[in-house]
C-alpha cells in the first residue's frame, strides 16, 4: 500500500546513509572492544577499563557535570523562551543576542573562560579593582575541585543553552494561540497558562532539547580540560587518553560504548517520561 | 528562490574542485606534531622550508589526528604523507610501518640519538631531527630568597624545596610552578630527573626505599607549588604573569618568557639528589612512513633538514636544538642563549647523571609514561599512601616490562631480557 | 495574541513590578552572554604583555599585533573558502536528507520508528574521533580523502540527528488536520506538503540548516585527519592553538569566533522568521 511504504521511503536516504557512514566505522572500532587480536571474544579490555582507578571518577563526574547541567539549561531556555515570547519590540535583536554562544565551539569556550577563572584573569582583576581581595584567587587549582566544577557548569551553561533556546523557541511558535485566548477568557493566571498550555504542548520540543543536550553533555570534554586540567577526568577524556597516550584502541572503545550506552539509556528514559499520548497529539 | 540557487552553484563548486584536488601537489607533505603552532608553522614554511626545492608542504598537527591519519594510510596501504616529524616517543608504536633509513648519510649526526632511531631494530626508523631538554627558569626577582649557601647553577632537591618555602613565606603565594597540566610532560620528569637523581634508576628500582624518599621529597616541594599547576602545560606563561617565579619545563615551552623578557628571566640546570643530577634528552625525530608517494623526495627533504644550516634555522623558528655538529652563530635568540648556558651548565656537571628514553617498548610506551603520571596523582594529588602507590605500579610497571621484553637502558644497569623491577 | 495580553495588562501595581523584573532578566542575560564575548574581544587586542598582566583593564590600549598576524597568516584565506564550501555542503545535505525522515516520524506509526530513531541519535553518542580512523581508511581507499565533499560528508553525519529531530518536532506541531484539509479539498499528499505544510516549516527548516552550518564550522578532529589540502580554518588554526603563546590563543580564538556571529546575523531573518508562524 501506498501510505504504508511511504514512511520507509521518506527514511530510506538518510537510512542509507547512516549505514555508510555510522554505522560501518562503529561496528569496526566496537568489535575492537570485544575481540582480541587472535579473533577470541573476550571481556578483559571491559574488565582492564572497569579497574583501573580512573574510570569510576570519570564516571561519576561525567554523570554529575550533565545532572548540574542540563536541568539547568532547560530552565534557563524556557524562562528565556517566555521572555523573548512576551516580547513586543526588539525581540530579533535579543534573539540574536541570545543565541550567538551557537556559533562558538567549546575549545573557543575553554579559552574565554579560562580568561575568566585563571588566576591572573578577569574575574580575579575585577575583585580586586573593587577591593574585595587582596589577593588573587586560584580558583582552578587542584584542591578547589568544587570551584572547577561550577566554572565548568557555567561554561557550559554560557555555551549550550542557545540550542535548548532555539529548539524552545520555535516550539513555542507552533502553540496555536487561541489555546491563550480561550485561557485569558477563563481568567487563567499567566503562571497557569504556562503549566497548563505551554509545558503540555510543547512536549515534543522539550524532549528533542534534552535528549541532544544530554547526549552532548556526556561527551563534554574541551571545556573540562581548559578549565579543570587534569583535576576533573571525564569519559571523553579517557576515551582520548586510551586512544592516542596509552594506545589501547580496545580499552578506549570500550570507554566510547559505555558512553553510548549510558546516552541511550538517558535518551530511552527521556523519550519514555516525555512521551505524548496517542490521540492526544494536536 | 535566488539563495537556493546560489547555495546550489555553491555546492557544485565545491564537488568540482574536490574532484579537481587530487592531481595538483607534488610538493612532499610533512606531517609534524612539533612546530604545529600557527607562529612556528609559519617559520617553518618561510624560513626553514622555503629554501628545500622540491618543494614541501608542512602540515602541523596535535598528535591525536597526527596518529589517526597515518595509521589509516598505513592500514589502507597508500597515502599522501611523505616524512613524519614527532617525539621519539610517537615512532615507537608506528615501527611496523616505517621505512627503513639505513642507507641514509648520517655523519655528524648525534650518534646516542642514531641508535635510539633505530627502536631496537636493526633498522634506521627515524632519523634525529632535533632536540630539547628540561631545565629550569627563574624570575631574578626569586633570588633574593634563595637558601644560604646554595648555588643556583648546582642546586639540590632539598635546596629547591627550601627555596620555594622561602618564596611562599615571603610573598603569601606558591611560587614554584610544575607543568602537571593536561599536556604537560611530566612523565619525563620523574622517569628522567627525579628517579634518577634518587635511585640512579628509572626502572628496577621503581619501588625501593629510595624511591620512597623521592616521592615524598616531591610531595614535599608540592606543598610550595602552585596548586594551579593541575593546569600548565607550558611555563612561558605562568612565568610571564609573574605567577610563578621558578619553574621546570622543556626548553622550547620556556623560550616565550626568555625571548619577550630576556633581562628578567635566567635559566639553570634541573636539581641533583643523592645519586647525582638527573636529567633527559627529549628528542624529536623525522621518519618516512612505507606508504610514503614519493620515497625519494622524502629521503631529500631529509637530508635537506639534516644540514647545519636548515638545523640552525630550525632553532630560531622551534626553539629545538641540533642533532648535528654545529657552530651556533652569536646572533641567536635570548632563550636560545639563556637554556643554552643552562644545558651547558647541567651536561658539565660533576654530578651529571644522564639518563635515555625508554626503547625498545612497542606500542606499550604510553602505558609506560601512565605508571609514573598514575603514580604522581594518586600520591600527589591524591593523597595515597606512597607505599601502597609504589608496589600497585610497580606490578603495572613489571608486567609491562615483561609483556614487552624490554631490557633495561641508562641509568639503569644493562639486563639480559626484560628489565627487572626489584 | 498572549503577548499582547501580557503587555496590555499593565495598569496594576503587580505588573509594573512585573515589567522591572522583566526588563531586568532580559538585560541580566544579554550581559551573561555578552561580557564573556566582549572579554575575548579585549584580550584579542590588547598587546602580548598586556595579555598576561596583571590586574587586567576592562578597557585596554587597542593593540592590533596579535589579529594582523592571523590576517597575514598565509593559507587562511583559502582554509576559510574551505570551511565555507563544506558547511555549505553539509547544510544542503544534512536538511535534504533528514527532513524527509522527520516528516515520516512525525506522521506515521511504524515499525523500527523508534529504532530509527535511537540509531540517529547514537551518531552524536559515539565518540567522533575513534570513527575517524576507519572512515579515513575507507576514504583513501576509494578517493574520498582529502576532499570537499568526503568531510562534508561526515560532518553530515554529526548534524542529521539535528535536522531529524528538529524537523520532527516542527511537524509534529503542525496540526494534521491542515493536512486532511488539504487532502479533502482535491491535494494529493505531496500537493498539500508543498502547498500548505512546507511554507510553515520553512523558517525552521532554515533554522535547523544553521545548526549544520555551525556544526560542521566548529568540527575540528575529523577535519584535521580527512582533509590536506581542503582544511577547514578550525582545523587549520587550532591544530597547536593549544600550544600557542597566549595572546595568539586568544586572537585565534577571536578569528573563529567572528565568522560564525556574523554567519548568524546574516541568516538571522532565518532563524527568528520562525517568528512569523507565531503571528500567524
Avoid at chain 1, 543576542?97 to 585563571?118: N, V, Y
Avoid at chain 2, 612561558?236 to 618568557?257: G, K, P, S
Avoid at chain 3, 499593565?10 to 513590578?17: F, I
Wanted: net charge negative; with cysteine.
Amino acid at each position: 500500500m501506498y501510505s504504508r511504504k511511504l514512511p520507509y521511503l521518506l527514511l530510506l536516504p538518510s537510512a542509507l546513509f547512516l549505514c555508510v557512514f555510522f554505522l560501518y566505522p562503529f561496528v569496526l572500532v566496537a568489535w575492537q572492544a570485544f575481540v582480541t587480536d587472535t579473533g577470541e571474544l573476550t571481556s578483559e579490555y571491559f574488565m582492564e577499563m572497569a579497574t583501573h582507578w580512573k574510570f569510576n571518577t570519570a564516571l561519576i563526574n561525567t554523570l554529575l557535570l550533565a545532572l548540574a547541567v542540563v536541568p539547568f539549561q532547560i530552565v534557563l531556555a524556557l524562562y528565556m523562551a517566555t521572555l523573548v515570547n512576551g516580547m513586543k519590540r526588539g525581540r530579533d535583536l535579543i534573539l540574536y543576542i541570545w543565541t550567538i554562544p551557537l556559533g562558538i565551539s567549546d575549545l573557543a569556550a575553554g579559552i574565554i573562560w579560562l580568561a575568566i577563572f585563571e588566576q591572573t584573569g578577569f574575574l580575579n582583576s575585577f575583585m580586586q579593582s573593587l577591593g574585595f581581595i587582596e589577593e588573587p584567587i586560584g580558583f582552578l587549582g587542584y584542591q578547589n575541585k568544587g570551584t572547577i566544577f561550577v566554572a565548568i557548569m557555567l561554561a557550559e551553561i554560557w555555551r549550550a543553552t542557545a540550542i535548548v533556546l532555539v529548539i524552545l523557541v520555535a516550539g513555542m511558535g507552533l502553540i496555536p494561540k487561541e489555546y491563550y485566548e480561550a485561557a485569558e477568557v477563563f481568567g487563567a493566571s499567566r503562571w497557569k497558562q504556562f503549566t497548563r498550555i505551554t509545558l503540555p504542548m510543547l512536549k515534543p520540543s522539550l524532549q528533542t532539547a534534552m535528549i541532544l543536550r544530554v547526549i552532548l553533555a556526556f561527551e563534554v570534554f574541551a571545556v573540562v580540560v581548559a578549565l579543570g586540567g587534569t583535576n576533573l577526568p571525564v569519559l571523553m577524556g579517557e576515551i582520548y587518553t586510551w586512544q592516542y597516550d596509552l594506545r589501547d584502541s580496545s580499552v578506549a572503545a570500550a570507554y566510547a560504548l559505555v558512553v553510548l550506552a549510558i546516552s541511550i539509556g538517558f535518551t530511552l528514559l527521556i523519550m519514555w517520561g516525555l512521551r505524548t499520548p496517542k490521540g492526544a497529539r494536536v | 528562490m535566488i539563495v537556493r540557487k546560489s547555495l546550489l552553484t555553491l555546492a557544485l563548486a565545491a564537488g568540482l574542485s574536490a574532484l579537481g584536488a587530487s592531481a595538483a601537489s607534488a610538493e612532499v607533505l610533512f606531517w609534524s606534531t612539533q612546530g604545529n603552532t600557527v607562529e612556528e608553522s609559519q617559520a617553518m614554511r618561510d624560513q626553514v622550508l622555503s629554501g628545500f626545492e622540491a618543494g614541501a608542504d608542512f602540515q602541523g598537527s596535535e598528535s591525536g589526528p597526527w596518529i589517526t591519519r597515518i595509521e589509516a594510510e598505513l592500514q589502507a596501504g597508500s597515502g599522501k604523507i611523505g616524512v613524519l616529524g614527532s617525539l621519539h616517543g610517537s615512532f615507537i608504536s608506528l615501527s611496523d610501518g616505517l621505512a627503513d633509513l639505513s642507507d641514509m648519510d648520517t655523519t655528524g649526526v648525534n650518534s646516542t640519538f642514531l641508535e635510539l632511531g633505530k627502536l631496537g631494530t636493526d633498522e634506521q626508523k627515524y632519523i634525529p631531527w632535533m632536540q630539547a631538554t628540561y631545565i629550569m627558569a627563574a624570575n631574578k626577582k626569586a633570588l633574593e630568597h634563595l637558601p644560604d649557601g646554595a648555588d643556583v647553577m648546582a642546586l639540590t632537591y632539598d635546596q629547591l624545596i627550601d627555596w620555594a618555602k622561602n618564596m611562599a613565606d615571603a610573598t603569601g603565594s606558591n611560587k614554584f610552578g610544575f607543568p602537571a597540566g593536561p599536556k604537560g610532560l611530566k612523565h619525563r620528569f620523574f622517569q628522567g630527573y627525579l628517579y634518577p637523581s634518587y635511585t640512579n634508576s628509572m626502572v628496577s628500582q621503581f619501588r625501593s626505599p629510595e624511591a620512597e624518599e623521592a616521592w615524598n621529597k616531591f610531595k614535599e616541594l608540592w606543598s610550595y607549588t602552585n596548586p594551579g599547576s593541575t593546569n600548565f602545560s607550558f611555563m612561558q606563561e605562568q612565568l610571564l604573569t609573574d605567577e610563578v617565579w621558578v619553574a621546570f619545563d622543556h626548553t622550547a615551552r620556556l623560550a616565550d618568557a626568555f625571548n619577550q623578557r630576556p633581562d628578567d628571566f635566567i635559566g639553570f640546570p634541573a636539581p641533583a639528589g643523592p645519586t647525582g643530577r638527573g636529567f633527559m634528552p627529549v628528542v624529536v625525530g623525522i621518519g618516512v612512513p612505507s606508504t610514503a608517494p614519493d620515497m625519494e623526495g622524502a629521503k631529500e627533504l631529509i637530508s635537506y633538514l639534516s644540514q647545519p644550516e636548515t638545523q640552525i634555522a630550525t632553532l630560531r623558528a622551534t626553539n629545538f636544538f641540533p642533532v648535528v655538529d654545529v657552530e651556533l652563530p652569536d646572533d641567536m635568540p635570548p632563550a636560545v642563549q639563556l637554556s643554552g648556558a643552562a644545558i651547558a651548565a647541567m651536561s658539565g656537571a660533576d654530578d651529571a647523571n644522564p639518563g635515555l628514553l625508554p626503547v625498545g617498548l612497542g606500542d606499550l610506551g604510553g602505558k609506560f609514561n601512565a605508571v609514573y603520571v598514575d603514580s604522581f596523582e594518586r600520591i600527589v594529588l591524591g593523597g595515597q599512601d606512597v607505599r601502597e602507590v609504589l608496589d600497585d605500579q610497580a606490578d603495572t610497571l613489571r608486567a609491562l616490562m615483561e609483556e614487552a621484553g624490554a631490557p633495561c637502558w641508562a641509568p639503569d644497569v644493562a639486563s639480559d631480557g626484560p628489565c627487572p623491577v626489584e | 495574541m498572549s503577548h499582547k495580553t501580557q503587555v496590555n495588562g499593565t495598569v496594576n501595581g503587580q505588573s509594573t513590578w512585573h515589567r522591572y523584573l522583566f526588563t531586568g532578566s532580559v538585560i541580566m542575560l544579554c550581559l551573561w552572554v555578552l561580557v564573556p564575548i566582549y572579554l575575548l574581544l579585549v584580550n584579542t587586542f590588547s598587546a602580548p604583555e598586556a595579555v598576561s598582566a596583571f590586574p587586567k583593564k576592562a578597557f585596554p590600549d587597542i593593540n592590533t599585533e596579535s589579529v594582523e598576524f592571523f590576517i597575514k597568516y598565509s593559507g587562511v584565506a583559502q582554509a576559510l573558502w574551505s570551511s565555507i564550501k563544506v558547511a555549505t555542503v553539509t547544510m544542503i545535505l544534512s536538511i535534504s536528507l533528514g527532513a524527509p525522515a522527520g516528516y515520516a516520524l512525525s506522521r506515521f506509526d511504524f515499525t523500527g520508528k523508534e529504532t530509527f530513531r535511537v540509531l540517529v541519535l547514537m551518531t552524536r553518542a559515539f565518540p567522533l574521533p575513534l570513527l575517524a580512523l576507519p572512515l579515513a581508511v575507507m576514504y583513501i581507499k576509494v578517493g574520498l580523502d582529502d576532499s570537499v565533499l568526503g568531510l562534508a560528508l561526515v560532518h553530515t553525519m554529526l548534524a542529521l540527528p539535528f535536522a531529524v529531530l528538529i524537523t520532527y518536532s516542527l511537524f509534529s506541531g503542525i496540526p494534521i488536520e491542515l493536512e486532511e484539509a488539504a487532502w479533502t479539498l482535491g491535494c494529493n499528499r505531496l500537493q498539500a506538503f508543498v502547498k500548505v505544510i512546507f511554507p510553515l516549516v520553512l523558517p525552521g527548516i532554515a533554522a535547523s540548516a544553521i545548526f549544520a552550518f555551525v556544526i560542521s564550522w566548529n568540527e575540528v578532529f575529523a577535519a584535521a585527519v580527512l582533509t590536506i589540502e581542503h582544511r577547514t580554518l578550525p582545523a587549520f588554526l587550532l591544530q597547536g592553538l593549544g600550544n600557542a603563546p597566549l595572546h595568539l590563543k586568544f586572537a585565534g580564538g577571536a578569528v573563529l569566533v567572528l565568522p560564525a556571529l556574523l554567519f548568524i546575523f546574516l541568516v538571522r531573518k532565518y532563524l527568528f522568521s520562525m517568528w512569523g508562524i507565531a503571528n500567524r
